[in-house]
Nanobody, 121 residues
Framework: QVQLVESGGGLGQPGGSLRLSCAASGRFFRLNAMGWYRQTPGNQRELVASITSDGSTNYADSVKGRFTISRDNAKNTVYLQMNSLKPEDTAVYYC???????????????WGQGTQVTVSS
């Protein structure tokens, strides 16, 4: 069974840094685009950053220049380095990935369980 397992997050100070990790586990044929979304109470989940299998990246305007998404294809893992944190970055962060479980199957979109990031002094 394919799963996305997140780690990292927690409490960060304004101006500080945190790093999120998300590893895809289980058997699958190919791991395509991966990304991070975030959600605050009463709001829709929004894209933070995404990265394709060949390393092309995309960022929300609110995090450009502060957050960096990267991936290690050998480890099936995506990272989100969050620098210059702001209180408005407080949210539950979710890992997302498009995974092709078998060569003959369609790509399926998966979500992680979410990890809380709180930015406060």
């Amino acid at each position: 069974q394919v799963q996305l397992v997140e780690s990292g997050g927690g409490l960060g100070q304004p101006g500080g840094s945190l790093r999120l990790s998300c590893a895809a586990s289980g058997r699958f044929f190919r791991l395509n685009a991966m990304g991070w979304y975030r959600q605050t109470p009463g709001n829709q989940r929004e894209l933070v950053a995404s990265i394709t299998s060949d390393g092309s990246t995309n960022y929300a305007d609110s995090v450009k220049g502060r957050f960096t998404i990267s991936r290690d294809n050998a480890k099936n893992t995506v990272y989100l380095q969050m620098n210059s944190l702001k209180p408005e970055d407080t949210a539950v962060y979710y890992c997302n990935a498009d995974i092709k479980e078998r060569a003959w199957l369609r790509t399926t979109n998966y979500w992680g369980q979410g990890t809380q990031v709180t930015v406060s002094s």
